[in-house]
């Protein structure tokens, strides 16, 4: 699979980036699919997920209601909408993808970052 992310840059806090993640090499649409992030000095840290379907999204308590993921399945691409950035938003952001397909709860996807991730500053 390739999973190829974009979008990122730096940005005031309070302002808004959408991530984009373009994927090949495997059927998009039938895969669960996440965000996930690593600031410096940090572990990587879980974001948002999406179901296969698009029907179903799972946040990480430090960006619910600021942040939305989606997918275009006909495009394979799925997004991520960041709103009201904060300076701890500041990491690279990578693209995620679950190891089995078909997950109806992205909860419980097990996902594998692929690809280099974008890079998101946020400035005080």
């Known amino acids: 699979v390739q999973l190829q992310a974009s979008g990122g840059g730096l940005v005031q806090a309070g302002g808004s980036l959408r991530l984009s993640c373009a994927a090949s090499?495997?059927?998009?649409?039938?895969?669960?699919m996440g965000w996930f992030r690593e600031a410096p000095g940090k572990v990587r840290e879980f974001v948002a997920a999406i179901n296969w379907s698009g029907g179903s999204t799972h946040y990480a308590d430090s960006v619910k209601g600021r942040f939305t993921i989606s997918r275009d399945n006909a495009k394979n691409t799925v997004y991520l909408r960041m709103n009201t950035l904060k300076p701890e938003d500041t990491a690279v952001y990578c693209c995620?993808?679950?190891?089995?397909?078909?997950?109806?709860?992205?909860?419980?996807?097990?996902?594998?970052?692929w690809g280099q991730g974008t890079l998101v500053t946020v400035s005080s």
């Open positions: 995620a993808v679950d190891r089995d397909p078909w997950r109806t709860d992205p909860q419980r996807g097990e996902y594998d970052c």
């Open positions: 090499g495997r059927t998009f649409s039938t895969y669960a």
